[in-house]
């Protein structure tokens, strides 16, 4: 069993994606630009901006290496070195000889020594901290920290870097991947799936499975047969085969799915039914990242950004033993509080409404609000609801389960519902949904499964279906006001037009 993995191996030759994995966009709004890295024997090199800039050579002697944002760490006789900002020289010594794995994520560093895993969080010379001994591999993604031991127990804790493990299986896990608030896990072929809170049930999803892979609320199986099966949406069943028996290797990233059959390298974008386009022959290994497509063919790197359609760059002629593509830092939002002072202008407490954007940018990720009709509409929703505040509570409802949250939760089924699907307790504490921890999350799963429809109504530029989903009192009067916002939001987010086709404001 194996699976697309970020820097965990040192394997020279390991072909891997870098960056964080993220839910599914429109394909002109997926991200673009990074950094790209080369191994050529063991001499590391970097580029950043455009695919065809020049390549800066990093370090040499390299036995691994990993890219995260504006990081890159290499491990070279044992020793593992992290810089950050530019491509020249800058290298920190974190441990100085006797790392055999190691991973960036955001602040973090995460590394194997003998089988004891340490974490750094912060400047590069933070002081690691001893997570856990008897490691067989790790895994760092977001807050969440998750080891599988040589026992075959697979741990996970979330927050910081104190104790706090929970044991997701006791003694018979193969491989594991965290991705958002999901957990996927292999008991040799059998592949499960849990959501939510670490103590959250896991859900059986599919026998036979050789490699899996999560992305945003996709899950893909590549299973024994060499069928590839795909699904979005929640945990239960609903498999599309993207192909029946020919899959020899896949990835899925943002809204797209690329698989080999031998060497022949396909791709598709949008829906899991979309129509396949054939990228490239004799390929023997691939990335996807943002709105680039990367391939070696006959020891050469090859790499193309835009559409599916021809347009490759040869980035590295020969020699190419390995390769990252990593996306621009995460610091680069999907919303920041310049967007929304720049449509709404006067927001109230900038201070409260700036802390909780990292986290609300994370879930609109998560729920792929991550298009300009989607984040358009979904901003002139919380301007409305909260004014963009985490903290926001109904005004004069005495009710336990009052209006709460950037979405004003409200209700009792509600508020269970959203319990039972993020694995905590809203309606034996009914504050929490109004916290900087759970008012994101609960925006989500409102915005996607409660109404799992709204992201469609966005990209029908149908604001009237939105407000409709979203449902709150006096629509004659609020219902104009919202599109209205959603007008302008939109403008600010398509470049400053609005698109041609007819906006409707009316609930059908």
């Known amino acids: 069993m194996s699976r697309i993995r970020r820097g965990i191996s040192l394997v020279v030759a390991a072909l891997a994606l870098v960056g964080t994995v993220v839910p599914a966009a429109a394909a002109r709004d997926r ?143 193969t491989d594991f991947q965290l991705s958002g608030d999901r957990i996927a896990f292999a008991e040799g072929p059998e592949l499960w799936v849990k959501q939510g809170d670490l103590s959250a049930d896991p859900v059986f999803q599919e026998r036979d499975v050789r490699k899996f892979q999560l992305s945003g609320d996709r899950i893909g199986v590549l299973k024994s047969d060499g069928s590839l099966l795909v699904k979005g949406g929640d945990l239960e069943p609903g498999w599309f085969t993207v192909n029946t028996d020919s899959v020899t290797d896949f990835q899925l990233d943002y809204d797209r799915i690329a698989f080999t059959e031998g060497g022949s390298l396909w791709a598709k974008e949008g829906s899991l039914d979309a129509e396949l386009v054939h990228q490239e022959d004799g390929v023997s290994a691939f990335l996807l990242a943002g709105d680039r497509v990367a391939a070696v063919k006959d020891g050469a790197l090859l790499v193309k950004a835009g559409d599916l359609g021809p347009g490759w760059h040869t980035a590295a002629p020969a020699d190419v033993t390995g390769f990252r593509l990593v996306l621009p830092p995460r610091g680069s939002g999907l919303v920041s509080l310049a967007d929304l002072k720049a449509i709404f202008g006067y927001l109230g407490d900038e201070r409260l409404i700036e802390e909780g954007l990292p986290k609300l940018n994370e879930e609109m990720r998560e729920g792929r609000i991550d298009n300009p009709a989607r984040i358009a509409a979904f901003v002139a929703t919380l301007r409305r609801e909260s004014g963009f505040r985490y903290n926001a509570q109904e005004a004069g409802n005495p009710s336990n389960y009052r209006g709460r949250g950037y979405i004003q939760l409200t209700g009792v089924a509600n508020y269970r519902g959203a319990g039972d699907h993020l694995g905590h307790d809203f309606v034996g504490a009914p504050d929490d949904v109004a916290t900087l921890a759970w008012s994101a999350p609960v925006a989500r799963y409102y915005w996607t499964v409660a109404r799992p429809n709204t992201n469609d109504y966005a990209d029908a530029l149908d604001m009237g279906g939105v407000s409709k989903n979203i449902g709150y009192a006096n629509p004659t009067q609020e219902d104009p006001r919202r599109c209205a916002d959603f007008k302008e939001a939109l403008r600010h987010f398509n470049g400053g037009e609005l698109p041609p086709t007819r906006i409707n404001c009316n609930r059908r």
């Open 31 to 173: 991200p673009t630009g990074g950094r790209m890295a080369v191994l050529q024997g063991d001499r590391l090199y970097a580029n950043e901006g455009d695919i065809a800039a020049p390549w800066v050579l990093q370090e040499e002697g390299v036995d691994g290496y990993d890219l995260f944002g504006d990081r890159i760490g290499v491990v070279k006789d044992g020793a593992l070195l992290v810089k950050e900002g530019d491509l020249e020289p800058g290298w920190h010594t974190v441990n100085p000889d006797s790392v055999t794995a190691f991973q960036l994520e955001d602040n973090r560093i995460g590394y194997l020594d003998h089988g004891e895993l340490w974490v750094a969080e912060g400047a590069l010379d933070a002081e690691p901290v001893l997570q856990e001994r008897d490691v067989k591999e790790f895994q760092l993604h977001g807050d969440r920290i998750g080891v599988l031991k040589t026992d075959g127990s697979l741990l996970v804790k979330e927050g910081d870097l104190g104790p706090g493990w929970e044991v997701i299986n006791p003694d018979s896990v």
